[in-house]
């Protein structure tokens, strides 16, 4: 289990992003300590009494997590102090299978000559949609629990600056894509090719 961590300081706060990456072969939950000269809080659903943060991490993956405090940033600011297997915990066991698809390929069960199931269609806008919402729950965060606790949801602070830079080009381009649509629907109100002069004529 290897941590990397950033803070940022405001209003006399220090926000800690940790990033949990898990290179074992089995799912583990992490006990990090904050290291910072103060009380931290976590967010409720990473509390625990052994640790600042218990972060369950599926194998070979990377989870994001984060806690506040009033103390200054320093390095490190945190430290895994533990790991703990959560194979026999059923709740966290089911959370971590639903992160991954465990459905066998759509061919080795109905065959490979079956024609193949159609995906579902997403569209460009709609995964646009879905960076704006998140960046609105981001932006929604006025205490400093509910900041550490979108700061955990995203990642850290920096995929909230990647998915800051993300929607800023999405708005870019919607807004040329507005401007074309308006000029396009101008064209198509005033474009009458006379229909009915045109079959007279042929």
């Not at 895994?80 to 966290?92: N, Y």
């Not at 800051?164 to 101008?186: F, G, Q, S, W, Y």
């Amino acid at each position: 289990m290897r941590l990397s961590t950033r803070t940022r300081r405001t209003d006399g706060v220090t926000l800690v992003a940790c990033r949990l990456e898990n290179d074992a072969d089995e799912p583990r939950a992490a006990l990090v300590e904050n290291r910072l000269d103060g009380p931290a809080r976590a967010p409720e659903r990473h509390r625990s009494e052994d640790a600042t943060l218990r972060v369950a991490v599926p194998a070979g993956a990377t989870v994001g997590a984060g806690f506040s405090t009033p103390a200054t940033p320093a390095e490190p600011a945190a430290a895994i102090v533990g790991t703990e297997s959560v194979a026999d915990s059923p709740g966290e066991a089911a959370v971590l299978d639903a992160l991954s698809d465990p459905r066998p390929p759509h061919e080795a069960v109905v065959g490979a000559d079956a024609e193949p199931e159609r995906a579902e269609p997403t569209t460009d806008l709609d995964a646009v949609e879905r960076r704006i919402e998140r960046l609105e729950a981001v932006a929604a965060a006025t205490t400093v629990p509910g900041a550490a606790d979108a700061l955990a949801r995203e990642g850290g602070l920096d995929a909230v600056r990647d998915l800051d830079a993300r929607v800023a080009a999405d708005r870019k381009r919607l807004t040329a894509l507005a401007d074309r649509a308006r000029r396009l629907a101008a064209r198509a109100e005033v474009a009458d090719p006379r229909v009915e002069r045109l079959a007279r004529l042929s």
